[in-house]
């Protein structure tokens, strides 16, 4: 559904993309996810051809990106682009006119995108009587008005409370499944990324680092699981643990250790014997863990 191919783009000195080569097949949910400053909204740009590439090739759906595949892309971008004084009706409808929906579609479609989005009891409020939840969800129900093939979600989630974040999550995976859409989505939500892509690309500095499907990208670090520790002798546990074979990392604050063997916890506990341990915990390999690791640089 999209192709990618060695996509570049430098603002004035600023290389924002370098080679950029992404393949994304009708119906995935893939997970663009970078630090700040990787390229992420750059790409998306150059997708909706927003942006003018340097070099490099974008295909959607088969096609060179132009004003023909512009009405396949659905955006949501990153801050909400809504008409404050209109009310969500009024929104969907401008925009549906604006993609081109037939007449006499408008309105049941306008209907059904408030319905998908939970909006229906809220059709005739204006955009700056809504909260930050549905105000995002307008924006989504934007995003899909014109049944695009192509969803590409800017930070969909971004400075939501949990409640609505899990509202959001629910319509993301809907509009996959029952809909059957192509999913781009970019997030520094990790556990967003985990709950909802089927793979996921990590970039940094224009690069794609590397892309996988979670369990793959979980078997890069080779831990069985990952232990944390609290200690007011944190060197003595570093070599303890190291000489047991665990790799020390610092996670922010945390010092915690990649295990690579089962042990159950009083064995785990007697490998750091004679290191005071105020505390103790352990979890599975995560997402974070391996995005922490790809995009680390080598300073640390
Ligand atoms: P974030 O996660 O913060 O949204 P991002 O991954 O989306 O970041 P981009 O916004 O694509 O990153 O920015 C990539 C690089 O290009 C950054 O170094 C940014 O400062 C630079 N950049 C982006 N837009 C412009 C612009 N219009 N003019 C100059 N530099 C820009």
């Known amino acids: 559904m999209l192709s990618i191919r060695d996509l570049s783009k430098t603002y004035k000195d600023r290389q924002a993309l370098k080679n950029l080569n992404l393949y994304i097949a009708a119906g995935e949910v893939y997970g663009l996810l970078g630090p700040n400053g990787a390229g992420k909204t750059t790409a998306i740009n150059l997708i909706c051809g927003l942006l003018q590439a340097d070099s490099g090739e974008v295909f959607v759906n088969g096609k060179v990106v132009s004003d023909k595949t512009r009405p396949w892309i659905g955006v949501m971008p990153q801050e909400n682009l809504l008409y404050r004084t209109l009310s969500c009706e009024e929104n969907l409808m401008f925009f549906a006119r604006i993609y081109g929906l037939a007449r006499r579609l408008r309105s049941r479609r306008v209907q059904e995108c408030l319905a998908a989005v939970n909006l229906l009891d809220r ?101 069985r699981e990952i232990v944390t520790i609290e200690t007011s002798e944190p060197n003595k546990a570093v070599s303890l643990g190291t000489a047991h074979g665990f790799t020390p990392r610092r996670y922010g ?23 005071p341990l105020d505390a103790i915990s352990r979890t599975p390999v995560k997402l974070e863990h391996v995005y922490l690791e790809i995009t680390r640089g080598p300073e640390r």
């Open 123 to 223: 059709a005739k409020t204006p955009v700056e009587k809504l909260s930050g939840g549905m105000q995002r969800r307008l924006s989504l129900a934007i995003a899909i008005v014109h049944r695009p093939k192509l969803l590409i979600l800017d930070e969909p989630t971004t400075g939501l409370d949990i409640e609505v974040r899990h509202e959001v999550w629910e319509l993301i995976r809907w509009l996959s499944r029952e809909e059957g859409m192509t999913i781009l989505l970019t997030t520094h939500l990790l556990d967003e990324a985990e709950r909802l892509c089927d793979r996921i690309g990590i970039v940094k500095q224009g690069h794609l680092l590397t892309e996988g499907t979670l369990l793959e990208l979980r078997q890069r670090i080779p831990a």
């Open 253 to 275: 604050s945390e010092l915690s250790f990649w295990i690579p063997e089962d042990l159950a916890l009083k064995d785990l506990i007697e490998r750091f014997d004679g290191v």
